[in-house]
């Protein structure tokens, strides 16, 4: 087996609404050899991944697999189920899969879900390694690899401030995307969003993080604001370090000046030498230490949220207890099989570590790590109780003193911080410590809050909760209206059609569409841009206060949404396009995969849907959210049916599109005052206004903005390019479209009859990756309407050779009825496009079905300019005296 391509979707996808790995694996040899017939093959499987016995399968109970591996089935199937382990070993709980053969015999895809996206994919690579070892009768340390996962794994997790905080903004409905592979996480879309990382939110300034970093600062200002803190000074040389400890007075603490984590901190320093050794270990981290008073006391971490104290651990040093016969490196060792330590901050404690500052604190204790110390004796290896260093944490949140918690929030507030861990050391933080001489020693600008979450003992605190609520307090929104819209044909103009209302509405619209990503008016990205790539850079953009987002079939298959959920979503029409792609070769098929726009829409959004469309019966089960229906008819069976239950339509009745929900109705505008449908005539666009009419209703815009957006609404370049922009060049016109498919063509066509043209031209392609069959029959439908036809190809020729689309287009517009003297084959778009204009009659009118827009408009330009300066010649000419 060999893996060809592994697909992450990141996103709500055709499979499942949970991310997915598109594993595709090709079986070589064994495509049809079950795996009872590979000698020892799953008693071994078995034996290295003994929890596989728990998978159910298709049978649906428990060892429900193991029975299928006995009866016998293949490497893909199997492949899901050590994928599925593999991940649950590393501590994953990841159970949906499903194998399906994609190209026969051999080439299977492999989905499957998972939580750990780095984890799942070096899951399906040792996957493979394994099978692979199984078939050869190879070994291979499967524990020793399994460690590696859990490793690698490790190092892509979210840290457990930053977990704790998207846990609770997951359970309130608040979309999450997290940017790179750290800690960094936005919360929310467009102009509501938020970001954090760790503790530290977009709100906290960098001039507020120096300051917490700087001690001495933090010091100066935190006393000035009448806050008591261990007075000290800084120190550049060891003899300083000492004259400043003996005029403070013993004992001291000595310290870096911007250090974090406890790293290089000394306690209870009580002779020169001690101070010495101390500022060594301090100076490793900063080049000015810090010596101060030490304040006798408990080591207590206050987290401050906004403006209260949210949380407050009692902290303890890192340490063993002694059982008479194991040194303490032994009982370091023992302690950090501990389940609950792991080698960061993965899990609620952290591995104890021997290093240099542990042989000190042993050494001030009269110890090395090879003593042995007596049953029962504590053995301290740190002076500080921060986890990262193997500290434990006690929740002392129900005992702190009002006035120490004021101090708290003041302390927080001077530097400027809204989420802060302020560090107090006190005999008891229950007294006041204006009574206990109980002082602030450190104010922490990303504090963890992880001896919160998970606390060594003690009530745990869900401060994540409180993070979550100060970001987004009760009636803020987390997110913008977003509508996504999906279909064969008319997805682009009803997508431009909404945003262009919201636009009305006075709202910044970010807008994802085939030509380009738009805010407002203004492009900041050209190109096909309907994939989640591009819905997630409009949906991050700060400035964006509603989001229209056209939803392709690609994007959608390779890598899903790039949304989660949305407060609209439309289907325009299910018609054959694409068909033999991407593994859709069905009209059923089609429908399904773009039935995941209306599939992720929010429990109180609406799925706009067709009616009149043959497929939306197909549609309709997978919908889970209120639908609105458009019609063209208003006495459409399935709008009829929907009204009577009190559910919401929009159709034309006497030329006037109408809302309706129930017996109510509201009439909205008559279809001819719509510019883009050209008095009516242009069938396309009056179905892409009832979508968008639908879209606007669903984000219950008021009427007269939809119809103030649709009378300003335009089918040019400007406003909706490339689709249906019709120019005037004097004696002839031409069309431009993006007609693709046969749907499309029949559209324009049938709009085009409507303007009055003396003869229709036409310069017609299609894309190389369609199937003959949908080729031909584009082709005999241009036969039979047009009265010329000049064939181009598209420049990216999608596979094929050059003229062999061009070959299937001429031999099927000829079975269309058009005679060989009226066609032409040219296959450049613009040289085709310019030899139709300059051999226009009068009357006519030229269409073209263009690939790149851009120069079909400059070429249309450069005509009608040399056009326009013939005329002028011939009117001077008309004009000049005979003789």
């Known amino acids: 087996m060999k893996i060809i391509d592994i697909q992450c979707l990141r996103g709500r996808n055709i499979y499942c609404h949970r991310p997915v790995v598109k594993l595709t694996v090709d079986l070589e040899d064994y495509c049809d050899t079950p795996t009872v017939e590979i000698e020892g093959f799953n008693d071994r499987l078995v034996h290295l991944l003994p929890g596989i016995k728990r998978h159910c399968c298709s049978p649906g109970y428990e060892g429900g697999f193991v029975d299928r591996l006995k009866e016998g089935t293949y490497l893909a199937h199997v492949a899901e189920h050590i994928i599925l382990e593999l991940q649950s070993a590393a501590g994953y709980d990841s159970r949906y899969g499903k194998a399906r053969v994609w190209k026969e015999p051999n080439i299977y895809h492999i989905i499957y879900e998972y939580k750990n996206e780095k984890c799942a994919v070096e899951a399906a690579q040792l996957a493979v390694k394994l099978i692979n070892a199984l078939i050869k009768g190879e070994e291979l340390d499967i524990n020793g690899e399994i460690k590696k996962l859990v490793k690698i794994s490790s190092r892509y997790e979210l840290g457990p401030s930053t977990k704790a905080i998207v846990d609770e903004a997951v359970k309130r409905g608040i979309p999450v995307t997290r940017l790179g592979n750290e800690s960094l996480v936005q919360l929310g879309y467009g102009k509501y969003q938020r970001r954090i990382q760790s503790t530290i939110t977009d709100a906290t300034s960098c001039i507020a993080v120096d300051i917490a970093g700087n001690k001495f600062l933090t010091k100066q200002i935190l006393s000035e604001q009448d806050i008591p803190v261990p007075y000290g000074d800084i120190a550049y040389t060891e003899d300083s370090a000492v004259t400043l400890a003996e005029a403070i007075g013993f004992p001291v603490v000595v310290k870096p000046y911007d250090g974090n984590q406890g790293k290089g901190v000394a306690l209870n320093l009580s002779s020169e030498q001690q101070v010495r050794k101390a500022f060594q270990a301090a100076s490793a981290f900063s080049p000015a230490v810090m010596v101060e008073k030490f304040i006798e006391g408990k080591d207590y971490r206050v987290l401050v949220v906004g403006d209260k104290v949210s949380a407050v651990a009692e902290r303890r040093a890192a340490c063993v207890v002694g059982d008479g016969t194991s040194t303490i490196a032994q009982l370091v060792q023992k302690e950090n099989l501990n389940p609950l330590r792991g080698e960061e901050h993965e899990k609620p404690l952290t591995q104890l570590k021997m290093d240099n500052t542990v042989q000190q604190v042993l050494e001030k204790q009269g110890l090395t790590d090879q003593s042995i110390p007596s049953k029962g004796q504590v053995v301290w290896l740190r002076e500080n109780g921060n986890l990262s260093t193997g500290g434990t944490a006690t929740d002392r949140t129900d005992e702190i003193h009002p006035y120490n918690a004021q101090i708290a929030v003041k302390a927080a507030q001077a530097i400027g911080l809204d989420i802060a861990g302020i560090d107090i050391t006190s005999p008891d933080i229950s007294v006041p410590l204006y009574r206990n001489g109980g002082a ?103 400035s964006v206060e509603a989001a229209v987002l056209e939803t392709a079939r690609g994007g959608m298959v390779k890598r899903g949404l790039g949304y989660d959920r949305a407060d609209v979503g439309i289907i325009t029409n299910i018609t054959e396009d694409h068909l033999g792609i991407d593994g859709i070769n069905t009209l059923e098929d089609l429908a399904f995969v773009k039935s995941l726009v209306v599939e992720a829409v929010k429990k109180d959004g609406y799925a706009v849907l067709n009616a009149d ?145 003396q003869r229709l031209v036409g310069v017609i392609g299609m894309p190389g990756d369609r199937l003959d069959r949908h080729i031909s029959l584009v082709g005999r439908l241009c036969g039979e309407n047009f009265d010329y036809i000049y064939i181009k190809e598209d420049s990216d020729l999608r596979g094929r050779k050059q003229g062999e689309a061009a070959d299937i287009l001429y031999n099927s517009v000829l079975e269309g009825g058009i005679s060989k003297e009226n066609v032409e084959i040219i296959y450049n778009e613009v040289e085709a496009l310019q030899k139709a204009m300059l051999d226009a009659r009068p009357g006519d009118l030229i269409i073209i079905f263009y690939e790149n827009f851009e120069p079909v408009v400059e070429c249309i330009k450069k005509i009608s300019q040399e056009l326009e300066k013939n005329r002028e010649i011939e009117v001077e000419m008309i004009q000049q005296p005979a003789g």
Not at 501 to 512: A, D, H, P, Y
Not at 661 to 687: F, H, R, S
Request: aromatic share 6%; charged share 20%.
């Open 440 to 542: 602030v020693v450190e104010v922490n600008a990303a504090p963890g809050i992880r001896m919160h979450v998970y606390p060594s003992e003690g009530k745990a605190r869900n401060v994540g909760k409180e993070i979550v609520d100060m970001l987004f307090p009760e009636g803020v929104p987390c997110s913008i209206p977003i509508v996504s819209v999906t279909g064969t044909n008319g997805k682009t103009t009803t997508t431009r059609m909404i945003a262009h209302i919201l636009r009305t509405c006075g709202l910044t619209v970010g807008m994802t569409t085939t030509s380009g990503i738009y805010i407002n008016e203004k492009c900041i990205l050209k190109g096909d841009n309907t994939g989640p790539h591009s819905a997630r850079m409009v949906l991050g953009n700060r």
């Open 613 to 757: 469309d043959a497929m939306v019966l197909e549609i309709i089960p997978r919908v889970r959210s209120e639908i609105i229906y458009f019609s063209k008819n208003h006495d459409n069976p399935i709008v009829v049916k929907h009204l009577k239950q009190g559910g919401r339509a929009v159709y034309i009745k006497d030329n006037i599109i109408v809302m309706a929900k129930g017996n109510e109705t509201t009439p909205v505008l008559n279809v001819k005052d719509i510019p883009a449908t050209y008095q009516g005539k242009v069938e396309c666009n009056i179905e892409n206004s009832l979508a968008a009419v639908s879209g606007a209703c669903g984000l219950k815009i008021p009427v007269e903005k939809i119809v103030q957006g649709l009378k300003s609404f335009r089918a040019d370049v400007n406003v909706n390019p490339g689709r249906f922009n019709l120019f005037e060049l004097g004696s002839f016109s031409v069309l431009v479209d993006y007609g693709h498919n046969i749907a499309g063509y029949r559209t324009v066509l049938d709009s085009a009859r409507r303007l009055g043209a």
